[in-house]
């Protein structure tokens, strides 16, 4: 029998996302992203986007070629200059700095995981080979 049960692994789970919320990164984030809520031109410039999004969908829909286009359009222009402010920039970065810190985490436990089960098992480290493996691939040789 394991040790430990899905809800003290989900425990720790808790634990280490507190600690990851209080990093530079989160805290990063969290200040860019209240920068872009209090920008008045920012926040309409958003909403246009969001509002281009839907005619575009209604006029795919409905087959409106020229419609869509030009729709298009005016949404790459308006994303393009959406993404030359300065804090727009700082958010999208924070977004990346922030998933790569949770990328590193996932990586670090399935690795460390993947580590434990080879030792365990008498495996090797260099090759990768579960012990049982190791064992069974030996057993084929002689």
Do not use: W
């Not at 692994?9 to 600690?19: G, N, R, V």
């Not at 409106?64 to 286009?69: I, S, V």
């Not at 480290?125 to 064992?135: A, N, P, V």
């Amino acid at each position: 029998m394991g040790k430990y049960t899905k809800e003290d692994i989900l425990k720790q789970a808790h634990e280490l996302a507190k600690m990851i919320a209080e990093t530079e990164e989160v805290d990063f984030f969290k200040r860019a992203e209240a920068q872009i809520n209090e920008n008045q031109s920012v926040r309409e410039m958003i909403a246009s986007i969001k509002s281009l999004q839907k005619q575009a969908i209604n006029f795919q829909h409905y087959g409106k070629e020229r419609a869509l286009q030009l729709t298009e359009e005016k949404l790459e222009k308006l994303e393009a200059e959406l993404d030359e402010i300065p804090i727009v920039q700082e958010f999208k970065q924070s977004q990346i700095d922030v998933n790569d810190l949770l990328q590193l985490v996932a990586a670090a436990i399935s690795n460390k995981v993947t580590d434990e089960i080879l030792v365990s098992t008498g495996g090797d480290l260099l090759t990768g080979e579960t012990g049982s493996k190791i064992k069974y691939s030996d057993s084929s040789c002689s």
